[in-house]
């Protein structure tokens, strides 16, 4: 390592030869040496650059402390067919570090470039190349020196990382945008593409330094910020990484920080509504919205002020600096080429500490391109310094050497109390110096005594204050003039340098700040968080309309996203009375003399009713007809709002219809059919009826719904009926007639004949009736029966009479009772008495109408031939004597009663047939039994 160092130095040393340009255009010559140069293409500062070139140049470093060639692209305007290439080394063979065009620049971007401790040269090579066509404006390059170091790239992890900054379109720069109280986890890394080469990097042991804007804050090994912002401001951040060589990252990262801020400002009192209103609740940042905003917007002013506490050991080597004690800052908000390019820029530079014996430190102020200016000299260097030793103990602040331990732990050495301290060679702001003899800072007019509890020798201490920054009073020369600062970037890596050159007296710096000409400090930058969307959640709720689905002291909900993102909400109250609801019902139709009860139909606290009629109850009764009307009205407790609501409904007063009915009969014998005839007035009514029939137990028997009904009733008894007529209306009458219906038992005459069936020649026309009427309705008073033999014979004496017939037949017997109320019942039955038949054997058909026809006496020809029992049927058959069949006859019907001869449509007389003897037989089915007869029948003529 040392070896390679010295070998840069020595480079640096034999390039101290080459005459320094400020200025140098491409193409004007191939090397030039120094560390404060401007590099444009060939057209100049002015001219943009020409076609068809291929030009080189190698820059050296003219500086031997800082052997290495850094430069910053200030500016480029390069067209995509052209580039600029710049090499880590001597010429074109080196390293490619990088190649620029208008596709790989961003004017917005920091670009440094420094010889690699590879290159033993120290030199950069810039390459141009342009085709023959297109051109642009150019670029300037300012070209400065620097030690050797290893390099250091400072990375994003976006992986680890929990925010990665976004591009802004609008304005080129990348922010992360957060919500209040949002944690930001930041993970940075760094490249080393050479590491190892002299010593060796790692994250461990570089220091990453951190400026979040209104504060700073470095440590080894610190690549991870954890960090919640406070909303409502922006904030400028920038990363950087100095390693263990004390060699920083050229380019830091950079991005900016915007947070959000609850918008809602306040939500204006909302007077009560009624439940059947809406609302719409409009968002806006006047005062005559109802959702009153704030805008969430920040002025971000950049500030080159440094919070950064720095212990200061006694002289002894501690990390990570050794005996130097640096605060950084990391400048990113000024134009991109800005530089100091005057001793006045610097207005003045303010140091807070606190440190005893002034004497014993240096103080140097160093800009990102190394260029230093020493505020404070070394007065050792010569023992005493040269000075007036009066006031060798001057101190700066309230120093704490009472309880000062060597030691690099900064716990075993309390902090003093500091003051401000102001170095400035701007002349032109009626500032105060010190001069004289002693001094600049020792000069009695500026130190006065101030007692010191924590001084080791004595109860007073003589302080340099110049605390009255705002008055610019004591004010300081610095050491070196400002004018070292010329051309320093303002953009990069500052730093404050302390140098303990004595032991036994510590100190602390607190803050320190650079005060910058106006015109060249950073741009303000600004931003609004614009309001997203907007809704409302609660009863009813949907967008920002309000339309309550219940009352009462609703809770409502606003809730607000702003374009980051960001959910705010605010609750507010709203009074929701709940709009009457009163119901009369339908139209009602009532009769004359009825009452109608009317009901609003709505029960709530502070509820009040008001009826056309002067009536303020919730029910009011009517009967009369008209249209009514009812206003409810419901009213909060303090009566600010009043919410009402009516409602109407018509009563019709109709007729009332008056039933009436006659009956087409009133009493008779059961079964008894009566019909109802409907009288009911008045006439014209479109009428619907009920009839009931009910008997002597009130129990319904029958019933019908036509106008005029038939009823026929069984059982005797008593009956009464019911009529319920209804108009189409509604109205209804009933007339109820009792026991207006009388049904008397009605007898069912019966009775049998013993025998019912019979030859006469057994019963010689004996017969006896038995009576079998119901004896309970032959008991009743005024009751008469009758009998009629049917054979002219009658009696009305005997219930179960005996009757004698004097000749055969079938004879038709009715009983006839009638009841003391005329209920007639008759019955009748056929007594039949068989005759004896009798056969003719001898037959004279020879036409004198006397016994010309086989005529049988008795014989029963009363034939049905649809009787399934074939009663009274018969069969005659005739055979001569050789049993030949000569006639036959199916129910033969010629036959003889009282010595008269009765001639049917069949007769036997013999026709052709001869005189002499035949033989018959007749076959006769009687009711008792079945008869064959044989015999012989003898025709004479």
Same mark, same amino acid.
């Given at each position: ?8 130095v ?5 390039l ?13 010559q191939t090397s ?7 590099i ?5 500062a002015?001219?943009?650059y020409?076609?068809g ?17 850094m ?14 290439y710049?090499?880590?080394?001597a010429?074109? *063979? #080196?390293? /490619?570090?990088h190649w !620029?065009n208008?596709?790989d620049?961003?004017s917005l971007?920091? &670009?440094?470039?420094a %010889? $690699?401790i590879?290159?033993? *040269? #120290?030199? /950069?090579?810039?390459? !141009? ?6 051109t642009?404006?150019g &670029?300037?390059?300012? %070209? $400065?020196?620097m ?15 929990s925010?990665i900054?976004h ?7 990348y ?14 890394y760094?490249?080393y593409?050479?590491n190892?080469?002299?010593?060796p990097?790692?994250?461990?042991t ?5 400026d ?8 080894i090994?610190?690549?991870?910020l954890d960090?919640v ?8 951040v ?9 060699c920083?990252?050229?380019t830091?990262v950079?991005?900016?920080?915007r ?7 306040n ?20 005062s005559?919205?109802i959702?009153q905003?704030?805008p ?13 506490t720095?212990f200061?050991?006694d ?8 005996t130097?004690?640096?605060s950084?800052?990391n ?8 530089t ?11 140091i807070k500490m ?11 102020l160093?800009?990102?391109n190394n ?6 000299p ?7 310094g040269?000075?007036?030793h009066?006031?060798?103990r ?23 109390v ?16 010190a001069?004289g ?16 509890p ?33 051309n ?13 050159l004595?032991?036994?007296?510590n100190?602390y710096?607190v ?17 609004d968080?614009?309001v997203d ?8 709720a ?5 339309a309550?689905?219940?009352?009462g002291?609703l809770?409502y909900?606003?809730?607000?996203f702003d374009?980051?993102g ?11 009375v709940?709009?009457?609801d ?13 009452t ?8 709530a ?22 249209i ?8 909060t407790?303090?009566g ?8 109407t ?7 009332d ?9 009133t ?8 019909q ?6 008045p006439?014209g009514l ?7 029939v009910?008997d002597?137990?009130?129990?319904q028997?029958?019933s ?21 007529v ?7 009458d ?23 069936v ?8 004996i ?5 079998q009427t119901?004896?309970a309705?032959?008991n ?8 009629d ?12 009479p005996?009757h ?8 038709e017997?009715?009983?006839?009772i ?8 008759t ?28 005529a ?5 020809t009363d ?6 029992n ?5 069969e005659?058959?005739i055979y ?7 006639y036959?006859?199916k129910?033969?019907d010629?036959?003889?009663k009282?010595e008269q ?20 037989t007749?076959h006769?089915k009687g ?12 025709v004479?003529?």
């Open positions: 390592m040392k070896r390679i160092v010295i070998f840069g020595l480079c640096c040393m034999i101290l030869g080459v005459k320094a340009q400020n200025a140098i255009s491409m193409g004007s030039v040496s120094g560390c404060d140069l401007y444009y293409d060939d057209g100049g002015a001219n943009g020409a076609t070139t291929n030009q080189v140049l190698t820059i050296y470093s003219n500086d031997p402390s800082n052997g290495c060639v430069i910053e692209i200030q500016a480029l305007d390069v067209d995509p067919s052209d580039t600029l710049i090499y880590d080394g010429d074109i *063979t #080196g390293t /490619l570090l !620029f208008n596709s620049y961003d971007g920091t &670009f440094r470039y %010889a $690699t590879q290159n033993s *040269t #120290g030199a /950069l090579t810039l390459r !141009f190349f342009s085709n023959a066509s297109v642009g404006t &670029f300037q390059i300012h %070209a $400065t020196c030690a050797p170091c290893q390099r250091v790239v400072v990375q994003l992890d976006s992986v680890h990382s925010h900054p591009r802004d379109p609008d304005d080129g720069y922010y992360i945008d957060l919500c209040p109280n949002d944690s930001v986890h930041i993970v940075t760094c490249d593409p050479d190892n080469f002299s010593y990097q790692s994250d461990a570089t220091t990453f330094q951190w979040l804007d209104v504060m700073a804050y470095d440590s090994g610190g690549n991870t960090h912002f406070t909303p409502g401001r922006g904030y400028s920038a990363v950087s990484a100095i390693d263990p060589a004390q920083p990252s050229l830091p950079t991005f900016r920080v947070t959000s801020q609850n918008p809602f400002l939500i204006a009192p909302l007077p009560p509504i009624c439940s059947s209103d809406e609302l719409d609740l409009n968002v806006g940042y006047d005559l919205s959702v905003l704030t969430i917007n920040s002025m971000q002013s950049a500030s080159l002020c440094v919070t950064d720095v200061l050991p002289g002894i080597s501690c990390a990570p600096y050794g130097f004690y640096r950084y800052v400048f990113t908000n000024f134009a991109p080429n800005a100091i390019t005057s001793a006045n820029d610097i207005l003045y530079l303010r606190e440190h005893s014996a002034i004497e014993d430190i240096r103080i140097t160093v800009c990102p260029n230093s200016c020493k505020i404070v070394d007065y050792q260097n010569d023992g005493w040269g000075i007036n009066s006031y060798f001057t101190n700066l602040g309230l120093a704490n050497r009472a309880r000062e331990v060597v030691s690099c732990d900064s716990t075993q050495n309390p902090m003093g500091p003051w401000n301290y102001v170095w400035s060679n701007n002349t032109t702001l009626g500032y105060q110096y001069g003899s002693y001094g600049y800072c020792f000069e009695p007019v500026n130190i006065h005594s101030q007692y010191n924590n001084w080791d020798s004595g109860t007073s201490s003589y302080c340099i204050d110049s605390s009255n920054v705002a008055n610019m009073t004591q004010i300081y020369h610095p050491f070196q003039d400002f004018s070292r600062m010329v320093c970037p303002l953009n990069g890596n500052w730093y404050i340098q302390v140098e303990d004595w032991t036994n007296d100190g710096i803050e320190w700040e650079m005060a910058l000409d106006p015109n060249l400090l950073p741009q303000n930058w600004s931003y968080v614009q969307t907007t809704y409302l959640t609660g009863p009813g949907n967008g920002l309309h309000i309550p689905d219940q009352s002291d809770t909900d606003a809730v607000l374009e980051y960001c959910r705010y909400d605010t609750v507010f109250p709203l009074t929701v709940q709009m009457p009163p119901n009369l019902g339908d139209d009602q139709d009532i009769c004359v003399g009825d109608a009860v009317l009901s609003a139909n709505y029960q606290e502070n509820t009040t009713y008001l009826w056309n009629t002067g009536e303020t109850t919730e029910d009011i009764s009517v009967d009369t007809c008209g009514y009307q009812v206003m409810v009205a419901t009213s407790p303090d600010a709002l009043t919410c009402s609501m009516s409602d409904i018509t009563v019709i007063l109709n007729p219809p008056a039933a009436s009915f006659s009956l087409s009969d009493e008779g014998c059961g079964q008894l059919t009566f109802c005839f409907d009288q009911t007035t006439s479109d009428l619907s009826y009920n009839w009931l009910m002597e137990n009130n129990n028997v029958a019908s719904q036509l106008a005029n009904p038939q009823f026929t009733l069984d059982v005797p008894g008593t009956y009464s009926i019911a009529l319920m209804l108009t189409s209306d509604g109205c209804m009933t007339i109820y007639n009792m026991n207006c219906i009388h049904i008397y038992p009605q007898p069912v005459a019966e009775f049998v004949s013993d025998p019912e019979s030859f006469f020649s057994e019963s010689q026309g017969i006896s009736f038995v009576n119901d004896m309705v032959l009743g008073e005024n009751m008469t029966f009758e009998w033999f049917g054979d002219g014979g009658h009696n009305t004496t005997d219930l179960s005996v004698t017939y004097s000749e055969w037949a079938d004879y017997v009715s009983f006839t009638t009841t003391e109320h005329g209920c007639t019942s019955t009748t039955h056929t007594v039949v008495l068989e005759p004896d038949l009798s056969f003719p054997n001898i037959i004279t058909p020879n036409d004198d109408n006397a016994n010309d026809v086989f049988i006496r008795n014989l029963n034939f049905d031939p649809n009787d399934p074939g009663y009274r049927s018969n005659l058959f001569n004597r050789w049993g030949k069949r000569v036959y006859a129910n033969y010629t036959y003889a009282d001869i009765f001639v049917g449509t069949q007769y036997f007389d013999a026709k052709s047939l001869a005189d002499g003897v035949y033989y018959y007749f006769y009711i008792i039994k079945d008869i064959d007869y044989h015999g012989t029948i003898t004479i003529r």
